[in-house]
């Protein structure tokens, strides 16, 4: 069966400080991967997605980046954290196939201070 | 006008009651809908899909499909406190690989 790991599982960040959050999954290849954020008592907003490795697009300009270095590994970065930048950010896989079912992993809690 | 659009909430029904939750979208070619459970500071997880008109069942789920209404809802059956949770409708929108996501319903089941 497929599993999906993130870590850390919480984070608390200075303003302008970098970012490192790692998503992996198991027990597939060749998945869709994809990196939301959902601020508090807010909806999801999909910040990138990726259909394989190196290929990476963005859904919102912002400071934040993505890669994807292997198959199964899914990175989100910045350079320099912002305020705004605080929220639950959710990552995602989903079969390459015809179906679009996604499916979330625990998620990692950011603080920015 | 937002691409999906829910309710917020909170919706409060008392346990053993039908609990039914509604979305619409914006997107009339929107092919696949989705429905997710989201507990309070967890990560969402998959309740049910649905692609075509009409009803599909799962349990005590329900999801319902109207593409002339641009319409989806999701019936709970015998609902229970352990249902309490957060409900998020999903949409795959014409020509897109990811799901745009309503912002919620809150639903509180009542012992």
């Known amino acids: 069966s497929q599993t999906i790991h993130q870590w850390p599982a919480t984070l608390v960040q200075p303003v302008g400080s970098p970012l490192s959050l790692e998503c992996t999954v198991e027990g597939t290849s060749n998945p869709n991967l994809y990196w939301y954020r959902q601020a508090a008592g807010r909806g999801l907003q999909l910040l990138f997605y990726?259909?394989?490795?190196?290929?990476i697009s963005s859904e919102v300009p912002q400071n934040l980046s993505a890669s994807r270095p292997q198959d199964r590994q899914f990175i989100l970065s910045s350079k320099k954290l912002l305020l705004s930048d605080s929220g639950f950010y959710l990552c995602?896989?989903?079969?390459?196939?015809?179906?679009?079912?996604?499916?979330f992993g625990p998620g990692t809690r950011l603080t920015v201070l | 006008q937002k691409e999906v659009e829910q309710n917020s909430g909170p919706l409060s029904v008392p346990e053993g009651a039908i609990a039914s939750l509604n979305c619409t979208y914006s997107d009339r070619g929107s092919q696949s809908f989705f429905w997710y459970r989201q507990y309070s500071g967890k990560s969402p997880e998959l309740i049910m899909f649905i692609y075509s008109n009409g009803d599909k069942e799962d349990g005590r789920f329900t999801a319902q499909l109207n593409k002339a209404s641009q319409y989806v809802s999701l019936l709970i059956r015998d609902s229970q406190p352990s249902d309490s949770a957060t409900y998020l409708c999903a949409v795959r929108p014409t020509g897109r690989r990811a799901l745009t996501f309503g912002s919620g319903t809150r639903l509180q089941v009542q012992p």
């Open positions: 990726s259909v394989g490795i190196g290929q």
């Open positions: 995602a896989w989903g079969s390459s196939g015809s179906t679009d079912t996604q499916y």
